[in-house]
């Protein structure tokens, strides 16, 4: 009797010890499932900061463009007597736009000509509107139009500022 009760101990210690297939094929799907929401967040997490980047730099070309327009003489009086040089001469209304590599911090140069293309080009449309006579003030648009590599969409960065005559 003491042998048969020992035979059936060691058979319920033996099937107790170990994972049903079933329960290893469950902890390999969550393992899976989790290895690939660290992935897809990293993948994630990537993509927002390359798409940051972009808008940041485009940003700065708007910048740029603002202070370009900005930086112009401008005496409502007396037009003749603004600039010597009449391309520093800003009129309104005026339109004009540029285009131009956006300067993202990658591998390389974007101006290289190497296998990968790092280039990202973007155009700034640039407006000078007048909005009053008396006294004068003119509306100064930079809008810059940048399109993200990765889905296709365009995306733009717009600064607007008032100028007076005296500024």
Known sequence: M???????????????????????LMAFLV???VIAGVCYGYVQANRIA???SMS????????Q????????????WNYSTNSPNPDDQMPAPYTTNQQDYLDIPMKGTPYSGTSTNYS????????VTE????PPVRQITSAVFWTFPLTGKQFS???????ASDQ
Do not use: H, K
């Open 2 to 24: 003491m042998i048969q009760d020992t035979r059936n101990e060691a058979r319920a210690s033996r099937a107790q010890g170990g994972f049903t297939l079933a329960e290893a």
């Open 31 to 33: 393992l899976t499932m």
């Open 50 to 52: 390359m798409w940051c």
């Open 56 to 63: 940041q730099a485009a940003q700065s070309y708007a910048v």
């Open 65 to 76: 463009g603002m202070e370009q327009a900005r930086a112009a003489i401008w005496n409502p």
């Open 120 to 127: 990202f080009l973007a155009t700034n449309y640039i407006s």
């Open 131 to 134: 909005i009053q006579s008396n």
């Open 157 to 163: 960065n717009v600064m607007i500022t008032l100028r």
